[in-house]
């Protein structure tokens, strides 16, 4: 089956710096998406990965590695207003989009 | 960008009633539209994936008589909550994804959030 592993929630003080992984096992590989979800809205794109390495996006960093199934999102200088959910998600082969649970960003002052 | 409006972004009604949604995309033709549903504090469950001009494909387990889908025209989609009942109580987001398949996967409306009394 297809399957996409992100942590239930994490927690990081303001002006920090957070990582969050993500791993997934999917039919085929197109391409690997984060979005941000803050509560009770729709999600938002952050960034696109098909390539292996690191694709920088101001504050928002997101790596990947295809022979590792693996990829992270990497959130600098944090702000209160980061405080959200994260979701991974995976094109497959198909181009059907199959998302991970999503991540709970906590941002403490 | 490409913009998706999603209409009502929110509703409440009394059990029974059929409730439609909306989802157009405003500035570009959506060759497929999906539906998803979000139950509190859970991530998204695809419902359904409309191509334009056919019947839409449903995912296991969601009832195509309860959610009817209209994919009528390129830049407009529907949901009808057919009979809704308290367990239909739900935050629904249509998205939509355009033939060309340009990076940004797919285009999210602002999600109609439905309380069935």
């Known amino acids: 089956g297809q399957n996409i592993d992100q942590p239930t929630e994490m927690t990081a003080t303001e002006g920090a710096i957070v990582q969050i992984n993500c791993t997934y096992q999917t039919s085929g590989f197109n391409g690997l998406f984060w979005y941000q979800q803050h509560a009770g809205e729709a999600p938002t794109f952050l960034s696109y990965?098909?390539l292996d390495g690191l694709e920088e996006k101001g504050r928002f960093s997101s790596f990947l590695s295809r022979s590792k199934g693996y990829s992270y999102l990497l959130l600098k200088e944090l702000q209160m207003k980061d405080s959200a959910s994260y979701l991974c998600a995976v094109w497959d082969s198909n181009y059907q989009l199959i998302w991970g649970a999503g991540t709970k960003l906590i941002i403490k002052p | 960008g490409a913009v998706v409006s999603q209409h009502p972004s929110w509703v409440i009604c009394k059990s029974g009633t059929s409730v439609k949604i909306e989802c157009r995309s405003l500035d570009f033709q959506a060759t497929t539209m999906f539906w998803y549903r979000q139950f509190p504090k859970q991530s998204l469950m695809l419902m359904a994936t409309?191509?334009?001009?056919?019947?839409?494909?449903?995912e296991q387990g969601v009832e195509k008589d309860k959610f009817l889908i209209n994919h009528a025209s390129l830049t407009l989609s529907t949901l009808t909550v057919t009979s809704a009942h308290p367990e239909d109580s739900s935050f629904y987001i249509c998205?939509?994804?355009?033939?060309?398949?340009?990076?940004?996967?797919?285009?999210f409306g602002d999600g109609t959030r439905l309380s069935i009394l």
């Open positions: 998205s939509a994804a355009s033939a060309d398949r340009e990076v940004q996967p797919q285009h």
């Open positions: 409309s191509n334009e001009g056919s019947k839409a494909t449903y």
């Open positions: 990965n098909v």
